[in-house]
């Protein structure tokens, strides 16, 4: 999954809005690169964020999905927790919702169930306003996991079948670097029900923190840190860098085909 943020502070013109031309052209590149999945974002969910009105989001995002869909196969995800931009960006043809909030907004169950859209359910302690004040657990990959059990059973129970599931611990929402490093190792037991993981770590604090750099010479460590989830069980990867990720996924493949060694 290949990042395409649509913030005027991520990506802009020089002024204050996004240039729908340079989106479809990056996501265009994202795909080709070996993105499978390009994840449209017009919400800033950076720690210490403020949040964007419905109106501003629907402004950044739909034009976009309406533009690219005829231009790709790639699976278009649309990062929104509000109901609004779910129904548009489904009418618009994305086919996956990526709630960093894990459909808990009030109308947001309602609106990914009607909407046929597969979804990521993640993982989040606190607000992005405030999430990284004072992380806290006493069992942090048993809470994940108790949280995601819970909104599965809410999605279920909405009328959503199990196949159009993804669950995503939420690496560095509202987690210490120790909290990282938790549910980095033991990422497969974040899962229910079998369900496939998204690891989100590109360019992140935790990154930065084990490397020292700031998150443009983050490449390495968030290549090292995506094979490592891979490695662990997740089947998505949420990254800037797809080329790079994509080599590292295909020297993994080919000792996973292998096999272990016949002695
Ligand atoms: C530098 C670059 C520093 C980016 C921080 C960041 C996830 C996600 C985000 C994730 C899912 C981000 C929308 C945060 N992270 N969605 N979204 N999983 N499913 N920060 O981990 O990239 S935004």
Do not use: W
Not at 70 to 77: G, K, V
Not at 112 to 136: D, I, N
Not at 247 to 262: F, I, N, T, Y
């Amino acid at each position: 999954m290949g990042v395409l943020n649509v913030t005027p502070d991520s990506f802009s013109d020089g002024g204050h809005h996004v240039d729908l031309h340079d989106a479809v052209a990056r996501a265009i590149g994202l795909a080709e690169e070996g993105a499978v999945i390009i994840d449209v974002g017009g919400e800033s969910t950076r720690p210490g964020a403020r949040p964007v009105p419905a109106e501003e989001e629907l402004r950044r995002v739909i034009p976009v999905v309406e533009r690219l869909r005829p231009l790709t196969q790639a699976f278009i995800s649309v990062d929104t927790s509000k109901p609004e931009v779910m129904r548009a960006a489904s009418a618009a043809g994305a086919d996956l919702i990526n709630d960093v909030r894990a459909l808990r907004e009030p109308g947001a169950l309602e609106a990914a169930a009607a909407s046929g859209c597969a979804v990521c359910l993640m993982h989040m302690q606190g607000e992005p306003r405030t999430m990284q004040q004072s992380p806290r657990y006493t069992d942090v990959v048993g809470e994940v996991r108790e949280f995601l059990k819970e909104r599965v059973q809410a999605c279920l129970a909405a009328g959503m079948t199990a196949e159009r599931i993804v669950l995503d611990p939420g690496f560095g929402f509202g987690k210490t670097l120790e909290h990282n490093l938790q549910l980095l190792s033991h990422l497969r037991e974040v899962s229910v029900e079998g369900l496939p993981l998204l690891a989100g770590l590109s360019r992140k604090s935790t990154v930065g923190m084990l490397t020292g750099r700031p998150p443009q010479g983050r490449l390495a460590g968030s290549v090292a840190a995506a094979l490592i989830a891979a490695m662990n069980g997740a089947r998505i990867l949420r990254v800037h860098d797809v080329a790079a990720t994509a080599d590292a996924l295909k020297v993994l493949q080919a000792v996973e085909c292998h096999g272990p060694p016949r002695l």
